[in-house]
């Protein structure tokens, strides 16, 4: 199964309301994971189900299924 990952040297957190990913908000497993705000978020691969909401939804377009 598919699984989410992002791309560091393309996410830009900075340009995300309050330094906050957004695509946390789409994610129905809550697999994207961002400890501080302005932080490159992270994908938990065990909440991962390969949805690609977030692939959709992130407007830097630095996330994708593998």
């Known amino acids: 199964m598919p699984r989410a990952i992002v791309d560091p040297q393309r ?3 900075q340009e ?3 330094g906050r990913c957004r695509v ?3 994610c129905p497993t809550k697999a ?5 705000p302005h932080e490159v978020p992270a994908t938990d691969p ?3 189900h390969g949805c690609s ?6 407007p830097a377009r630095a996330i994708q299924l593998v």
């Open 11 to 13: 996410c830009r957190p």
């Open 32 to 36: 994207i994971i961002q400890m501080e």
């Open 16 to 18: 995300c309301v309050d």
């Open 46 to 48: 065990g909440r991962c």
């Open 24 to 26: 946390r908000k789409v």
């Open 53 to 58: 909401k977030c692939v959709a939804d992130c």
